[in-house]
């Protein structure tokens, strides 16, 4: 089984038809996907004492255009992740991301963004090479600093196609591409920064179902 991305994985997003690339998603991306799901799913859930599951996107609703990204993902329950914060390891045709994500209106977003806001240490102080991004089917991205994260969180807040998603990028020229050991400490790291935040809010996630 495939256990890194390498440079050449970029291709796929060249390769015009649906059912034509997503062969070459479920031939060389999905088994990546996979070997970090199971690499990462005990570990994260062992973290935030949450049994979240792990899902693979499969595109099904798609009947003509093929994805421009294409994602795996670390929470949730075994019907789906979308209502819940959740961790994403995802390709699109611009760089390979671990994102801990709010996307597609989850249950509470704006309590969890409130609750970030007024909770900025778990944030302000970000690597250097992390990520914001306000729209998961766009793949634009800003430095994760103070202002940029805030002004996400705000929109979140305001706008109902608001999102936010917060990171780390690999970009084709990466020096991380191939090699398996290197990518595995690189999405290690990223998530031992993101934890915190992720266990906050899916513990205000979990007072709000309990009210």
């Known amino acids: 089984m495939k256990r890194y991305f390498e440079k050449s994985d970029f291709d796929l997003f060249e390769i015009d038809g649906l059912e034509a690339r997503m062969s070459v998603i479920r031939e060389a991306i999905?088994?990546?996907f996979q070997y970090y799901g199971d690499t990462y799913t005990d570990y994260v859930n062992d973290y935030t004492n949450f049994e979240g599951s792990f899902h693979i996107a499969q595109h099904r609703r798609r009947t003509t255009n093929p994805p421009e990204s294409t994602w795996s993902a670390i929470g949730g329950d075994n019907r789906g992740y979308k209502k819940y914060p959740h961790i994403q390891i995802g390709i699109n045709d611009e760089y390979i991301f671990m994102f801990l994500s709010l996307i597609d209106n989850p249950k509470h977003e704006k309590e969890m963004a409130e609750f970030l806001l007024d909770h900025p240490t778990l944030w302000n102080d970000l690597p250097n090479d992390f990520y914001v991004s306000g729209d998961h089917t766009k793949t634009k991205t800003?430095?994760?600093?103070?202002e940029?994260?805030?002004k996400t969180l705000q929109r979140l807040i305001k706008v109902k196609k608001g999102e936010?998603?917060?990171g780390r990028i690999i970009t084709p020229e990466s020096g991380l591409l191939g090699d398996g050991q290197k990518q595995e400490e690189f999405f290690k790291e990223t998530l031992e920064v993101l934890l915190p935040i992720y266990k906050a809010l899916l513990d205000l996630y979990q007072e709000e179902e309990d009210r």
């Open 30 to 32: 999905q088994p990546v």
């Open 142 to 146: 800003n430095k994760a600093d103070e």
């Open 148 to 150: 940029a994260v805030r």
């Open 164 to 166: 936010v998603m917060l």
